[in-house]
């Protein structure tokens, strides 16, 4: 838990992975993003720029429970059992008392509140304000893949290695910050998004010792005391040794973005089931190939019907054989209608999906990888 000078705060911890890795993490975060989100995707500038906007948000007077400041780390191993801990908020609230869970951190539960914050303007159109978001998001879900930011240890000051926090995170990365990359994937739709932001916690607090040993390492390797500025073969020790799993969470990190804010859109179409695109409307009888695919878990599937008819959506196995009808009602022409399918109940491999209204058929196929 956090008991140190406000001063030190401001010295060490002002900007969560550090600036250059956060305007990194959230325009490459963008890279990932689905053609159905163009409108949002092509501001990547505007989610670089304010990547870092919520650290200087931070007010550290502020008691409410999710005060600036308590919503960039969790110290996760500072409950006992950690791995196996309730995620429900209330649960942990009843369990520990708010004052506890509230002095640990509130970060899990601040990218939940962020991203339901997100679909809402979403769905209330209001673009301007859901990039805000947006790049708030980012930066709140970049902190939990620093593992540095999921440990009660969260500066080596129990270890022997106070100061790691900021030569980790702000110092190694703006020496080698020409040797960050990422590998553009698919973004995935999320169903249950605090388990999802548990899971990145979880494997970021796993990471702790190994930087930790990495700075004992840099400093023998160096020669470097401790004391004063590091040396440059301090930060080429600590690459060397942080580098690969360093890459790794920042890969992670714009995947997580990403995959939440293409969720935030998702779930916030599906509750008026209407997509307009440059302010047509839709008028074929089309059916999209699902995305993400292949897909893990849940896919979605977009369809148009150029009148008001029955529709029914059918889900086939390579054999022909039904296996499960997604849809099967009537509904209005001149939308694009979305249907999320999750498939965790069924094997991987290749399937097909049916759609069928009265006068039409068409067939598309999806691969179910687990």
């Not at 930011?149 to 900021?166: E, F, P, R, V």
Request: hydrophobic share 35%.
């Amino acid at each position: 838990m956090r008991c140190i000078p406000i001063l030190f705060l401001f010295s060490n911890f002002a900007f969560g992975w550090g600036s250059t890795a956060h305007k990194f993490i959230n325009l490459k975060s963008t890279y990932h993003l689905p053609e159905s989100m163009a409108d949002l995707k092509k501001d990547s500038l505007f989610y670089r720029s304010y990547a870092s906007a919520p650290d200087y948000r931070k007010d550290y007077s502020d008691t409410s429970f999710f005060s600036e400041e308590k919503r960039h780390y969790i110290d996760i191993d500072a409950y006992p059992d950690f791995k196996n801990i309730p995620h429900s908020l209330d649960s942990m609230m009843t369990i520990y008392g708010r004052s506890y869970v509230w002095d640990v951190g509130t970060l899990p539960w601040a990218i939940v509140l962020t991203l339901d914050s997100i679909k809402d303007q979403i769905l209330r159109h209001d673009y301007a304000k859901a990039e805000s978001t947006m790049s708030d998001l980012g930066h709140y879900v970049a902190d939990a893949t620093q593992p540095l930011h999921c440990t009660k240890n969260y500066d080596g000051q129990l270890t022997g290695n106070g100061g790691i926090h900021s030569r980790y995170e702000s110092g190694m990365i703006t020496a080698f910050q020409s040797s960050l990359g990422i590998v553009i994937d698919s973004v995935r739709y999320i169903v249950s998004p605090l388990d999802y932001a548990f899971e990145i916690i979880y494997k970021s607090q796993s990471l702790v010792d190994s930087i930790l040993l990495a700075d004992t390492y840099a400093k023998n390797i160096s020669g470097w005391s401790g004391s004063g500025t590091p040396p440059p073969a301090y930060y080429t020790a600590l690459w060397e040794k942080t580098g690969s799993f360093t890459q790794e969470r920042i890969q992670t990190a714009t995947i997580a973005i990403a995959s939440l804010w293409y969720t935030a859109w998702i779930d916030a179409n599906s509750v008026t089931n209407v997509l307009y695109t440059n302010n047509s409307i839709p008028s074929d009888f089309t059916l999209n190939q699902n995305f993400p695919n292949p897909f893990n878990a849940s896919t979605t599937i977009s369809f148009t019907i150029p009148e008001n008819d029955h529709v029914s959506l059918k889900l086939y196995n390579l054999l022909g054989c039904e296996v499960s009808t997604l849809l099967n009602a009537g509904l209005n022409s001149g939308v694009v209608h979305r249907v999320i399918f999750e498939a965790q109940n069924l094997p991987s491999g290749l399937y097909y999906y049916r759609l069928e209204t009265t006068k039409n058929i068409l067939i598309k196929k999806m691969m179910l990888l687990k």
